[in-house]
C-alpha cells in the first residue's frame, strides 16, 4: 500500500471513529415510518392541546395528557418523552439505523393568517449528524456546545 493509500485509509478510520455510535447510517425509509407513526401524533396532539390551554407548557406526558413513556413504543421507538417546555423526545430503536438515537420535536406557539394560534414543531437530534439525508426537514444540533 503506498503512503497516499495509507493516508486515506487512517482518514477513513479516524472519521468513522470520531463520529461515533448515532452515526451509523440511518434507514431513511424506517426513520419516516418513526416520524410519522400514530403514537408520535397523538403526543403531538397533546402537547399542542396543552399549550394552547395552560399558560406553560406540559413537561411530562402526565401533563400532555398522554401514555408514559415506555407504553409509547413501537418497533422503530424505544419510548417517547415529553420534556420541560413541552419538547418532545423520541428514543428510536436500533431498527432506524443508529443505536441510541435521539430526535426531539421543539413546540412553538404560532397565530396564523386567520389569526388563530397553533403549535408548530421543529425537529431536530443532538446525536444524529446525518438526519436531514433520512427526514430532510429535521436537523443535527451538537449536543456537546
Known amino acids: 500500500m503506498n503512503t497516499r493509500h495509507k493516508w486515506f485509509a487512517a482518514f477513513a478510520i479516524g472519521a468513522t471513529l470520531a463520529s461515533g455510535s448515532a452515526a451509523a447510517a440511518v434507514n431513511a ?37 398522554v401514555a408514559a ?14 420534556s420541560k417546555g413541552g419538547v418532545i423526545n423520541v ?3 436500533p431498527a432506524v439505523g443508529v443505536s441510541d438515537g435521539i ?8 397565530t396564523g393568517k386567520d389569526g388563530k394560534q397553533g403549535v408548530q414543531y421543529t425537529c431536530h437530534s443532538p446525536n444524529i449528524p446525518d438526519i436531514a439525508g433520512a427526514e430532510p426537514e429535521c436537523t443535527y444540533h451538537s449536543a456537546q456546545k
Open 29 to 65: 425509509n424506517t426513520m419516516h415510518v418513526a416520524l410519522s407513526s400514530l403514537k408520535l401524533a397523538l403526543v403531538k396532539i397533546g402537547v399542542a392541546n396543552a399549550m394552547l390551554s395552560n399558560p406553560t407548557p406540559p413537561s411530562s406526558n402526565a401533563e400532555a395528557h
Open 91 to 93: 428514543y428510536l430503536t
Open 103 to 110: 430526535v426531539q420535536l421543539v413546540p412553538k406557539i404560532v
Open 69 to 82: 413513556p415506555s407504553q409509547l413504543n413501537s418497533q422503530e421507538i424505544r419510548s417517547i418523552l415529553v
